[in-house]
């Protein structure tokens, strides 16, 4: 049985559950990760909504089938970096499903053995039997040292990393369709924006602010550069919801705060705002906006 499997830069255990990237643990949470395995392991088929369903939330589990498992793939994808709008690891098959799409690489025997070359192991037991105890205790005591000091280093790596992190707003999302109804879809979709910024893959870049009383201005009197000021933002993401006879339309922006320059805009044309939707807006926002300070 194959106990694992490989996909860019990430190597997965099925069974287990646990995810690394460039053999760093990355944290996925218990659903996610079961779905996970299940696209993985059918790799390039479409998996219905049914299926998923019935695997991971069987009869006589009471959840929000549709809420939790959109939640999970939005889940999946912002640890993978993966986006709904330009997949390269889950795409969403439109009234059917999901297909993992990325190439995975799978051990044969589903498990990796090490083994010494031949005479290798029997001439080092005579050797380790020679070892002299003061020869021991130097090597502890360098081993040791040698530990404090990679222990170090990575605090200092980490704490400048910290450092380094980028303050990011979110401000309540306008709607400007002149609907009521769609008061409440503004509201989620930026407040899933939130949660995709703060997933833990980006709080190692990021720190996200969405709760702020100075947030919650209307836009007539909404100043981006006294929104930098007071919570100390870089940036700021807002968008606004439009619509025509047809179509409800997005627009989404980053603002740097200093000086009120757009560094980044998309437009988002939907037929339909379900929660879905929300979420997979909520997270190509999250993702085009990391990969743009990323990039700065």
Do not use: C
Not at 218 to 227: G, L, S, V, Y
């Amino acid at each position: 049985m194959v106990e694992h499997a490989e996909f860019g830069p990430f190597r997965f255990e099925l069974t287990a559950g646990t995810l690394s990237r460039h053999g760093m643990p990355v944290r996925l949470q218990p659903q996610p990760a079961r779905l996970l395995a299940i696209l993985v392991s059918r790799a390039g088929e479409v998996v219905s909504r049914d299926e998923l369903r019935q695997q991971i939330w069987p009869d006589g589990t009471y959840v929000d089938f549709e809420r939790g498992l959109n939640f999970a793939v939005a889940h999946i994808r912002a640890v993978l970096g993966d986006s709904a709008d330009a997949p390269r690891y889950i795409e969403t098959v439109p009234k059917r499903g999901y297909r993992f799409i990325a190439p995975v690489r799978r051990p044969p025997n589903g498990h990796e053995a090490v083994t010494a070359p031949p005479g290798e192991e029997t001439s080092a037991r005579p050797s380790e039997s020679r070892i002299e105890p003061r020869i021991s205790r130097t090597l502890v005591v360098s081993g040791t040292l040698a530990v404090l000091a990679v222990a170090a280093v990575v605090a200092m790596l980490w704490s400048r990393a910290d450092a380094r992190t980028v303050r990011v707003a979110v401000v309540p999302f306008d709607n400007e369709t002149g609907q009521d109804a769609f008061d409440d879809v503004a509201v989620a979709i930026a407040d899933q924006t939130v949660a995709r910024l703060a997933t833990p893959e980006r709080l190692t870049r990021l720190s996200v602010i969405g709760n702020a009383a100075a947030l919650r201005r209307p836009r007539a009197f909404r100043d981006i550069k006294d929104i930098g000021r007071q919570v100390a933002a870089d940036y700021v993401v807002l968008a606004q919801m439009k619509v025509d006879k047809s179509r409800v339309r997005l627009i989404a922006h980053l603002i740097r705060a200093s000086d009120e320059a757009h560094v980044w805009a998309n437009v988002y044309d939907r037929d339909s705002f379900t929660l879905e939707v929300q979420s997979e807006l909520a997270e190509a926002i999250a993702a085009a906006v990391d990969a743009r300070l990323a990039a700065s």
